[in-house]
């Protein structure tokens, strides 16, 4: 049996189907967009709903591949300002950009649920699927961001989580 180590970490279930999706969005992405482009260039023609379907494919592909870099600690931090703070200034300012995100997380979990009622009712134009199905991709986007914030906030507070916002597990 091999040792789960910190650099190889245990891929789940859950994320090997994220990656899964991921990789099914993109190659039905890629697919529609490119047998659009031939049917208009040969044949002077194209198939409507394949927009449709690129652009729904394209908005689950980010939230999903989102959550993935929240979970990997791979989004983008700037600490070129907080690296230079005393210790303790950092565990603030750390605090403090986690309270911000967490109010931001939640006006987007409030902002796509209110979408996601108005989108409900509403169809798209040509295959005429629930333009709220969008929205449900950026509320579950949050709402798995902000479990993570939390998960990461409750394991500073016990002395799990790493010092440094831009530590990652590996190091």
């Given at each position: 049996?091999?040792?789960?180590t910190?650099?190889?970490?245990?891929?789940?279930?859950?994320?090997?189907?994220?990656?899964?999706?991921l990789?099914?969005?993109m190659?039905g992405?890629?697919?529609?967009?490119?047998l659009?482009?031939v049917?208009?260039?040969?044949?002077?023609?194209?198939i409507?709903g394949?927009?449709e379907?690129a652009?729904?494919l394209f908005?689950?592909?980010?939230?999903?591949?989102?959550?993935?870099?929240?979970?990997?600690?791979?989004?983008l931090?700037?600490?070129?300002l907080?690296?230079?703070?005393?210790?303790?200034l950092?565990?603030i300012?750390?605090?403090?950009?986690?309270?911000?995100?967490a109010?931001i997380?939640v006006l987007?979990?409030l902002g796509?649920?209110?979408?996601?009622?108005?989108?409900?009712?509403?169809?798209?134009?040509v295959l005429?699927y629930?333009l709220g199905?969008?929205?449900?991709a950026?509320?579950?986007?949050?709402?798995?961001?902000?479990?993570?914030?939390?998960?990461?906030?409750?394991?500073?507070?016990?002395?799990?989580?790493?010092?440094?916002?831009?530590?990652?597990?590996?190091?």
């Amino acid at each position: 049996m091999t040792k789960i180590t910190p650099e190889k970490p245990r891929a789940s279930l859950l994320r090997h189907a994220a990656e899964g999706m991921l990789a099914l969005s993109m190659f039905g992405m890629v697919c529609a967009v490119f047998l659009n482009v031939v049917l208009r260039y040969l044949f002077n023609t194209g198939i409507s709903g394949y927009e449709e379907i690129a652009r729904l494919l394209f908005v689950w592909l980010v939230c999903v591949g989102s959550i993935l870099a929240t979970v990997d600690r791979e989004h983008l931090v700037f600490d070129l300002l907080i690296n230079r703070l005393p210790r303790k200034l950092q565990y603030i300012c750390r605090w403090i950009g986690r309270g911000l995100i967490a109010w931001i997380l939640v006006l987007l979990i409030l902002g796509a649920w209110e979408q996601i009622q108005v989108g409900i009712y509403s169809r798209s134009p040509v295959l005429g699927y629930p333009l709220g199905l969008t929205a449900a991709a950026i509320l579950l986007m949050a709402a798995c961001m902000l479990i993570l914030l939390i998960v990461e906030c409750w394991k500073d507070l016990r002395g799990i989580a790493p010092t440094s916002p831009t530590s990652h597990p590996s190091e």
